[in-house]
């Protein structure tokens, strides 16, 4: 799976890093990591004219720094050439399921803000339904204050919410931004849209891990060592 991860961070960074592109968003996960492998050779071996990379959260941060890559933010450099991200699940249309590592705020802020967003994966997350293969649900960003009432909220629309407990630590997992992670399955998402508007209209919910409309290429590390391009 890690040689599927590789082969699909590599040929996305190949194919959409230009000498023309200034700004990169970055995104998190354990797939993005070799975006910003192949991209910090690229940039020691050719010309390129990176002046700034945006994180979608604290490991994010770290990838850049340790890259050696410009590290910036968005209010600084409010236009993003291209933006990589991982994905939990990605559907027919390329809607996807994100939110795997708590980062999905910050994630979908920096896609909203680059011209192109580009999914790199492996063959495990090529899906045709959202939820069928990603049987843990969708994460949603949720403000701590009131997470009891929203498993209520979300047990009454006919989810199975659960609140995403750490490991290696005690109580919730915390994001980047402060909040909690509620992980509620709906099963097969037949209308993503249309269940990520029901939820972001739900007070408590700041972020949904369904990003919908968003990406318009996703390359698939395959296990034959081949990659699928979907867009
Ligand atoms: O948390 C996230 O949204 C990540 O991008 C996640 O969905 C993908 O993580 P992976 O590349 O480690 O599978």
């Known amino acids: 799976v890690t040689e599927a991860k590789r082969k699909a961070s590599y040929t996305a960074v190949d194919e959409h890093i230009t000498t023309e592109t200034r700004v990169v968003g970055i995104g998190s996960g354990s797939t993005v990591v070799f975006c910003v492998e192949r991209l910090a050779q690229r940039v020691k071996s050719e010309n390129l004219g990176i002046k700034a990379c945006i994180p979608t959260s604290f490991q994010a941060k770290q990838l850049i720094i340790e890259a ?15 933006a990589f991200d991982g994905a939990d699940e990605v559907d027919a249309q390329l809607n996807c399921i994100k939110g795997g590592g708590a980062c999905q705020l910050q994630e979908k ?3 909203s803000c680059a011209k192109k967003f580009v999914i790199v994966a492996d063959y495990r997350k090529n899906s045709m339904v959202l939820g069928e293969q990603w049987k843990l649900g969708v994460p949603l960003e949720v403000i701590p204050m009131v997470y009891a009432p929203l498993l209520s909220k979300l047990r009454a629309l006919g989810a199975n919410p659960v609140l995403r407990m750490a490991m290696r630590k005690a109580g919730p997992v915390v994001t980047d931004n402060g909040n909690f992670v509620i992980d509620a399955d709906f099963g097969g998402i037949q209308d993503p849209v249309a269940l990520e508007r029901m939820l972001i209209a739900i007070p408590g919910i700041v972020e949904t891990g369904l990003f919908c409309n968003m990406a318009k290429w996703a390359y698939f590390g395959m296990q034959d060592g081949s990659v699928q391009l979907r867009s």
Request: glycine share 6%.
């Open 68 to 82: 050696g890559l410009p590290l910036s933010e968005l209010n600084q450099f409010p236009d993003i050439d291209v």
């Open 109 to 111: 802020l920096v896609a």
